[in-house]
């Protein structure tokens, strides 16, 4: 029983020991010692139509930080329906696909009465498979708004981290 069980702890060894070399030789090897962000979220989230210039993206850490700000406001750039269900605690609604394509600009001299050009914002919507959040701050921006951040992450990074919500009652 004892030589079984060294064998088995050389191979466990050996399978080890390969596996460090391969991993280390690897163009696609994982860094064995790292700086791991504990929320997973140190990184922004960048939409692959961003250019130069875009409102800056924030990380869903930066988004965290700024939630616990006062006067900070959050805005969901999703569709009606899906703001109504759920969205980030104390967020606004400024569905951008449903924005009026006449009057528009008659819309953002209105909402400005509603909202400060000054307000700290932060936009977000789906996630990675939605750019309203981009196109909504590409337009806040154009309109005089001076402090636009887009949370590319949007909601399901915000669910998944556990941050505050709220639920259709």
Not at 98 to 112: G, Q, S
Request: net charge negative; aromatic share 12%.
């Amino acid at each position: 029983m004892t030589k079984r069980l060294r064998q088995t702890a050389m191979l466990l060894l050996l399978s080890i020991l390969i596996s460090v070399i391969f991993n280390f030789v690897s163009d696609n090897g994982i860094p064995l010692i790292g700086n791991w962000p504990a929320s997973g979220g140190s990184e922004a989230a960048v939409p692959p139509s961003a250019e130069e210039g875009d409102p800056p993206f924030i990380s869903l850490d930066e988004a965290a930080a700024l939630f616990q700000t006062p006067g900070v406001l959050f805005i969901d750039a999703r569709d009606p329906e899906d703001f109504e269900i759920n969205r980030v605690k104390g967020a606004v609604s400024i569905p951008y696909d449903y924005l009026p394509d006449e009057d528009y600009d008659l819309y953002w001299e209105n909402k400005a009465i509603e909202i400060s050009h000054d307000t700290r914002i932060v936009i977000y919507c789906s996630g990675s498979e939605c750019e309203s959040s981009l196109y909504l701050g590409l337009d806040m921006v154009q309109y005089g708004y001076r402090d636009v951040k887009i949370f590319y992450g949007g909601w399901n990074d915000w669910v998944n981290a556990g941050l505050p919500v709220e639920l259709e009652e």
